[in-house]
T-cell receptor, first 116, second 112 residues
Framework: EPEVTQTPSHQVTQMGQEVILRCVPI?????FYWYRQILGQKVEFLVS????????KSEIFDDQFSVERPDGSNFTLKIRSTKLEDSAMYFC??????????????FGPGTRLTVL | KQEVTQIPAALSVPEGENLVLNCSFT??????LQWFRQDPGKGLTSLLL?????REQTSGRLNASLDKSSGRSTLYIAASQPGDSATYLC???????????FGKGNQVVVIP
């Protein structure tokens, strides 16, 4: 069964460093998403991406964050200068269609980011 | 802003009992509602998707209902097993948005 994959599973970094989280969405899906979950809190939406551009972003997704689809299979989230409060589990998700449909979103296993 | 609440936050039941998990949301203008399962430190596994036009959806021992007008969904797990122990998350997709708004989850422990 097709699935969303994410690498690495765990990333440890020093405050102020840049990190890139990688995702491979399901191959025929067109919409891609990043969410995060701080320990003990709700899963929060960060950004959605369609047709090589951001289609929606939350107030969390500030100038420190960026997303890219560098090739036909990968989807990345970059955090330019990490802060302690960026420590969280980051989930990538994908769906066949987006805002105008009731399509199901499928999630990857997550990358646990620890900022020291 | 859509707010999703799940009650109870945590529950323990003996094996074989039926589980009833509740989810409420504040804005009824939704496209769909998804129930997910999350094991500790792991990703989200989609269990059921209910479209706004549907009243319920079933998969095996799982049944989810949706009452959009009152902003409620219930996940019903029949004949619970220890392997059902996990956190169950409810998430709604509003009309016109791409994002899912999540509840905090129902943490379930099924006691053998």
């Amino acid at each position: 069964e097709p699935e969303v994959t994410q690498t690495p599973s765990h990333q440890v970094t020093q405050m102020g460093q840049e990190v890139i989280l990688r995702c491979v969405p399901i191959s025929n899906h067109l919409y891609f998403y990043w969410y995060r979950q701080i320990l003990g809190q709700k899963v929060e939406f960060l950004v959605s991406f369609y047709n090589n551009e951001i289609s929606e972003k939350s107030e969390i997704f500030d100038d420190q964050f960026s997303v890219e689809r560098p090739d036909g299979s990968n989807f990345t989230l970059k955090i330019r200068s990490t802060k302690l409060e960026d420590s969280a589990m980051y989930f990538c998700a994908s769906s066949e269609a987006g805002a105008s449909s009731g399509d199901e979103q499928f999630f990857g296993p997550g990358t646990r980011l620890t900022v020291l | 802003k859509q707010e999703v609440t799940q009650i109870p936050a945590a529950l323990s039941v003996p094996e074989g009992e039926n589980l009833v998990l509740n989810c409420s949301f504040t804005d009824s203008a939704i496209y769909n509602l998804q129930w997910f399962r999350q094991d500790p430190g792991k990703g989200l596994t989609s269990l059921l998707l209910i479209q706004s036009s549907q009243r319920e959806q079933t998969s095996g021992r799982l049944n989810a209902s949706l009452d959009k007008s009152s902003g409620r969904s219930t996940l019903y797990i029949a004949a619970s097993q220890p392997g059902d122990s996990a956190t169950y998350l409810c998430a709604v997709k509003d009309r016109g948005n791409n994002r899912l708004a999540f509840g905090k989850g129902n943490q379930v422990v099924v006691i053998p």
